[in-house]
T-cell receptor, first 109, second 114 residues
Framework: GQNIDQPTEMTATEGAIVQINCTYQ??????LFWYQQHAGEAPTFLSY????GLEEKGRFSSFLSRSKGYSYLLLKELQMKDSASYLC??????????FGQGTTLQVKP | DVKVTQSSRYLVKRTGEKVFLECVQD?????MFWYRQDPGLGLRLIYF???????EKGDIPEGYSVSREKKERFSLILESASTNQTSMYLC?????????????FGAGSRLTVL
């Protein structure tokens, strides 16, 4: 079967660093996405990884290890506006994107 | 700056009613998708379309149908709404192409079936 796991909820403090993990088991692999979704809003694209390693974009970085079926999203210098759900999604060989359940991050002052 | 528009943000319908959810994109994208989003289950693909008048079943098509008469518009139809179809429905689109393309989502339509 195809499966994506991420923690349901996380809490962190403003200014801190938080790492949101995502593990996956899929038939084939053509890339992994991270999306951000604020409450009541559309998900928006954060990052795409298809090769192993770390991709950095400002305060956000995403890491991929294909051999381990593992990715993480790293958020630095957390701000209150980072409170949102973070969706991990994988492109398997079927070509249909599979989403994890999403991780709701709460940033506290 | 709106790119994917879902006409209804909130709907309340009764069991057995026919429900139309409309989605329009202004990016000239070939591919359009309908997902439903439920707590603890994430986004699940209902139907998608690669071209006008073409449709493909996703992972949970039962109880739904779709229509794509024009490139920019993709409609989701619930022929006879049931309470288990109470959910958030998200429309998305991408450019044509092989491999992974970034989805652009609409803001969602929250449907409650009583």
């Amino acid at each position: 079967g195809q499966n994506i796991d991420q923690p349901t909820e996380m809490t962190a403090t403003e200014g801190a660093i938080v790492q949101i993990n995502c593990t996956y088991q899929t038939s084939g692999f053509n890339g992994l996405f991270w999306y951000q979704q604020h409450a009541g809003e559309a998900p928006t694209f954060l990052s795409y990884n298809v090769l192993d390693g770390l991709e950095e974009k400002g305060r956000f970085s995403s890491f991929l290890s294909r051999s381990k079926g593992y990715s993480y999203l790293l958020l630095k210098e957390l701000q209150m506006k980072d409170s949102a759900s973070y969706l991990c999604a994988v492109y398997p060989s079927t070509g249909k994107l599979i989403f994890g359940q999403g991780t709701t991050l709460q940033v506290k002052p | 700056d709106v790119k994917v528009t879902q006409s209804s943000r909130y709907l309340v319908k009764r069991t057995g009613e026919k429900v139309f959810l409309e989605c329009v994109q202004d990016m000239d994208h070939e591919n359009m998708f309908w997902y439903r989003q439920d707590p603890g289950l994430g986004l699940r693909l209902i139907y998608f379309s690669y071209d006008v008048k073409m449709k493909e079943k996703g992972d949970i098509p039962e109880g739904y149908s779709v229509s794509r008469e024009k490139k920019e518009r993709f409609s989701l139809i619930l022929e006879s709404a049931s309470t288990n179809q109470t959910s958030m429905y998200l429309c998305a689109s991408t450019e044509r192409g092989t491999g992974a393309n970034v989805l652009t989502f609409g803001a969602g339509s929250r449907l409650t079936v009583l």
